[in-house]
């Protein structure tokens, strides 16, 4: 039997904060390449995640599918821009929005609707600003020409009967192609999700060799890591305000051979990251009394990276004041790990040249 041909496409995922779209990424993916947490604005990057998905043969419940590479971006969420970092954020939404073959529009399924019917509401009704918000991420679709498909998720946490009047107040607000019920988290609807997104890929041969996950090379991915502890074990304004910089990253040497009777001992990666915050109050509560918190942030990052990298870990942890750095727009530009690889590749053909 003739096998079908291959499509290949770029899928970006947009949503507002929190409404799960990174999760999705890593389920779909099947590895973490996006940090999660339960904190709006996680995201600050694009990431791309890769994505084979095997041709599978028709049944007579379903029709045949064709051999794909998803190529799925996901974005910061989508909020109004207050600070530098802010534009930056909703520049890296704009940026995946272009030339896309797919649009997944994410909306969190536990976010109560707004009731205009209820009458006025003041600037401090979640509702409205709720409302405001999704209007917000909705106009952004106006100039997509790809076709959109709404993804209604965390359907694990809503009645079912919840779910056609949320289905029918989205559907109101721009041409869906399609709309897909999902729980990412439990990975319910994942199977459907993607038949959907395959079928919108034109025919073409894969962007990324087969065996690629993302673009995001381990550096960077480790300084994600490490912010999401950040994210995890510090509240208020610290995780907002923390930006983490790998400054030195050795690989292994040579393992010496162990000694008779001797467990072998995995290589060791050495790393060391500078944290920068914005106050010396928010460097004071990162550090902790006595050290502690930044001790449970090391050990944290360090038992993830070990399983990332598949070595052992050495890291060790700065914490650096950079006053108000989400307003530099210098600064913010540094921390886009595309422009760091860039300066680490100058860097390299410089020593080279010696
Ligand atoms: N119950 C449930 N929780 C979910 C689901 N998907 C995501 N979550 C949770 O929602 C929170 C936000 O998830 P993220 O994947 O970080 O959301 P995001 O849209 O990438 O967030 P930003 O980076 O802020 O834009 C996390 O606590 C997730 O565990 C789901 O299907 N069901």
């Known amino acids: 039997m003739a096998s079908l041909p291959f499509r290949s496409g770029f899928v970006s995922i947009i949503g507002r904060p929190n409404a799960g779209k990174s999760t999705l990424l890593n389920a779909l993916v099947g590895e973490k390449v996006a940090i999660v947490t339960h904190k709006a604005q996680t995201t600050r990057n694009r990431i791309l995640g ?68 209820a009458g006025r509401v003041d600037k401090d009704d979640r509702k409205a600003l709720s409302a405001e918000e999704d209007a917000f991420a909705l106009s952004l679709l106006r100039n997509v020409d790809a076709p959109v498909i709404l993804v209604l998720n965390k359907v694990d946490l809503i009645e079912r009967e919840k779910l056609l009047p949320l289905i029918q107040h989205w559907s109101t607000k721009h041409n869906f192609a399609q709309v897909m019920l999902i729980s990412a988290k439990k ?15 034109p025919e073409s041969d894969r962007y990324f060799p087969a065996d690629q996950l993302t673009d995001q090379p381990e550096r960077f991915l480790a300084a994600e890591l490490i912010r999401e502890k950040i994210l995890l074990y510090t509240g208020e304004e610290v995780p907002y305000a923390s930006a983490v910089v790998i400054e030195r990253w ?54 993830e990276l070990e399983g990332l990298l598949g070595t052992r870990v050495f890291l060790e942890l700065f914490v650096k004041v950079r006053e108000d750095w989400r307003s530099s727009r210098g600064f913010v530009e540094e921390l886009d790990w595309r422009r760091q690889l860039e300066a680490l590749g100058e860097q390299q053909a410089k020593r080279d040249d010696e």
């Open 50 to 117: 890769v994505l084979e998905v095997p041709e599978r043969p028709k049944l007579r419940s379903r029709p045949a599918q064709p051999p794909a590479q998803v190529v799925l971006v996901d974005t910061p969420g989508v909020h109004k821009p207050s600070t530098q970092l802010d534009k930056r954020m909703m520049q890296e939404v704009h940026d995946a929005l272009e030339s896309r073959d797919a649009v997944l529009f994410l909306v969190d399924a536990t976010h109560r609707l707004h009731d205009p019917a």
């Open 187 to 201: 990975r319910d609807g994942l199977e459907e999700l993607l038949s959907a997104i395959v079928a919108l890929l």
């Open 250 to 303: 050795e690989e292994p040497g040579p393992v010496k051979k162990p000694k008779k009777g001797e467990e072998p001992k995995l290589p060791l990666t050495k790393i060391a990251a500078a944290i920068f915050v914005e106050r010396s109050g928010q460097k004071a509560i990162l550090i902790g009394k006595g050290g502690t918190m930044l001790k449970q942030i090391g050990t944290a990052a360090r038992k």
